[in-house]
């Protein structure tokens, strides 16, 4: 059922990425009632996992985030459990390097952490039970009733959901399109929520029909005029799957080539990887454009919370600090969950009464 007036969520989450869902899992945690609102089919953002009907094979590609990395004691903690589970495996220690026309090798390094099943897994963990998760629920106006103290959102198929506190979790851009009409420019997140920036990425997966001779499971790029990543997203999973490449283009290239239609965008990536690998045996392939796919320009801090109208915003998009930094996966669960621990302590500085 949809929430209404008289059965409010303590808070409505905009966006079930890594923020929305770690902010969602903390404050369920406590106790209070949460409702999430995802304009995707599927949860995690950034880290959706494709499974790809390619041929007679369905493989899952890691479309968006490819790994993550744990510096926090949390995430740190998180990625041990996992492993002890069986859901999480330390993929690689380090990448070797591209530059000038050469890979070159580097030494290892901390553990870059992929589930086997995809990075959607990390997602899933973050799951609560108690959490409402809506998919498919593309939020288009955002309404602050002063008098009840109460949010309501309304969505794009006419349903709506309220809430006394809303929590952004989506790109800026997209928060501000429908939140500036409500209190406009002088509410300090909403402020925030016009300076960060991104880049997008032009994303390429590339199922061969035999493997490279390569004993590396990905590269970084640095200088080259279109790539900035292929990895062999295969040497994740089980040893039966395809081989698959899956190719980022640098955030210079995909923000000139915004505007090229898929095909386009393809067959430009698809050239550039063979000059730097040599001819592929290609089976299949497909593309996808990331429009906000790294931040750029971040906001300061680690989140945004309004008290006085119960508005947040969390996000890979603040700059969070030493040891975790924004732009990272990890960045983005420790926004929702520091969110999450200020707005529970003003909720428990509150008597009921304070909501009506």
């Known amino acids: 059922m949809t929430a209404d007036a008289k059965n409010p969520a303590d808070y409505l989450v905009l966006g079930a990425g890594l923020a929305g869902l770690a902010f969602a899992r903390e404050v369920a945690t406590a106790g209070k009632s949460v409702c999430v609102l995802e304009a995707e089919d599927v949860i995690g953002g950034r880290t959706a996992t494709w499974e790809w009907r390619t041929g007679p094979f369905t493989a899952r590609v890691d479309i ?52 086997p099943d995809g990075m959607q897994e990390l997602a899933r963990q973050l799951l609560a039970p108690g959490v409402n998760i809506w998919l498919g629920k593309i939020a288009v106006s955002a309404t602050w009733s002063p008098g009840f103290r109460l949010w309501q959102v309304l ?10 506190a809303l929590i ?97 965008a393809q067959a430009s990536l698809i050239a550039a990887v063979q000059q730097v690998l040599g001819p592929l045996e290609i089976a299949d392939v497909a593309t996808r454009l990331w429009r906000y796919a790294k931040p750029t320009v971040f906001c300061p801090g680690t989140f945004s919370y309004d008290t006085s109208i119960k508005l947040g915003a969390c996000g890979d998009w603040f700059e969070n600090g030493a040891p975790i930094h924004g732009g990272k996966v990890e960045a983005a669960a420790q926004s929702g969950w520091k969110l999450a621990e200020c707005c529970l302590a003003f909720y428990e500085n509150l008597t009921p009464d304070s909501f009506l």
Not at 66 to 87: N, V
Not at 182 to 202: C, E, Q, V, Y
């Open 64 to 115: 968006g985030a490819q790994y993550f990395t744990a510096r926090g004691k949390r995430l740190e903690a998180l990625a041990a459990a996992g492993i002890d589970a069986g859901w999480l495996r330390v993929w690689s220690r380090g990448f070797p390097l591209w530059r000038q026309g050469r890979i070159e090798p580097r030494a290892e390094g901390h553990p870059r952490f992929a589930p």
């Open 155 to 164: 969505c794009s198929d006419g349903t709506s959901f309220v809430g006394r």
């Open 168 to 264: 952004g979790a989506l790109p800026p851009a997209i928060l501000s399109s429908f939140l500036n009409a409500i209190a406009g420019k002088r509410n300090p997140t909403l402020s925030l929520m016009h300076k960060p920036a991104f880049d997008p990425a032009w994303t390429l997966m590339l199922r061969l029909t035999r493997d490279l001779e390569a004993d590396w499971t990905a590269v970084e790029f640095e200088g080259h005029a279109v790539l900035g990543w292929v990895a062999r997203d295969h040497t994740k999973r089980p040893a039966a799957g395809p081989p698959i490449l899956v190719v980022h283009a640098t955030g210079t290239w995909s923000r000139a080539h915004a505007a090229d239609t898929p095909e386009a």
